[in-house]
């Protein structure tokens, strides 16, 4: 690859739109050097992060609210960025506990993974809010990560 792939998208706060963004993630990740089962991933935790604001960003929204999503995609030698505003209620990831996977399949719950999956598959997950703006998730998938062995 010798440069730099971007990609925007602004797409309605609706489910029906998850598919067109898994492609686009799909098409970006797969021109970069990330490995086939990793772009993958990477899908799986845009898809989780979207289905997220497209259930709960937008419930207590005025109508005169702007009920979109903004999606950027950026891939280079070394990472894939992805960059997520909504303009719905703030909500801080950072805030939820990390899930005891096995406690949460032994109690037999459904969903409630999304924020897990994004800080499992992604190298970073940062989220940021203005008040009044929007929220914002930037989330950064490492081609080669190096190895923490020594």
């Known amino acids: 690859m010798g440069k730099a792939i971007k990609k925007d998208l602004s797409v309605p706060n609706d489910l029906a739109y998850l ?14 050097r990330l490995p086939a089962g990793e772009a993958h991933l990477v899908s799986l935790a845009v898809d989780e992060a979207l289905a997220n604001v497209m259930e709960h960003a937008y419930i207590d929204a005025p109508p005169e609210v702007k009920q979109v999503i903004e999606i950027q995609l950026a891939a280079d030698e070394k ?72």
């Open 79 to 150: 990472r894939i960025e992805v960059r997520i505003r909504d303009f719905g209620s703030a909500f801080d990831p950072g805030q939820l506990p990390d899930v005891d996977l096995r406690e949460h399949v032994r109690q037999g719950k459904r969903g409630g993974l999304g924020v897990f999956l994004m800080r499992k598959i992604m190298d970073e997950v940062e989220y940021t809010f203005e008040a009044g703006k929007h929220n914002e998730l930037y989330m950064v998938k490492y081609i080669d990560k190096p190895s923490s062995k020594g």
């Open 19 to 32: 598919s067109v963004v898994r492609e686009t993630v799909l098409e970006v990740a797969n021109k970069s």
